[in-house]
């Protein structure tokens, strides 16, 4: 059984997602995943009690890379699901907030 502590595994901080948190008001994370819409809204709003709008959720297929001298193919990377958090209009998260 998941809590809602296991649910979210970490935000994905990128120039995209910087944007997406100043502008649009929406904050990406890692999840689990076996997680659901609904359990991602509920461990949003109990962890950082805010107001959950929407939640889209996707899944990143596993990277692959070549190595320099063998030329094999390899998966370097597993794929993981993220979901991207729409909050209600005015609320923001912290965690997101650069130094003041």
């Given at each position: ?86 909050l209600a209009q005015g609320q923001t998260i912290d965690l997101f907030e650069g130094?003041?």
């Amino acid at each position: 059984m998941t809590t809602v502590y296991d649910i979210l595994r970490r935000p994905i901080v990128t120039e995209k997602s910087n944007y997406q948190s100043g502008k649009l008001g929406q904050y990406v994370f890692e999840v689990t995943g076996t997680a659901t819409k609904a359990q991602i809204k509920e461990a949003v709003q109990t962890l950082f009690d805010v107001e959950v709008a929407r939640v889209n959720v996707l899944t990143a297929p596993p990277k692959r890379s070549r190595r320099a001298r063998s030329r094999r193919l390899l998966v370097r990377h597993a794929g993981y699901k993220k979901a991207v958090v729409t909050l209600a209009q005015g609320q923001t998260i912290d965690l997101f907030e650069g130094v003041k």
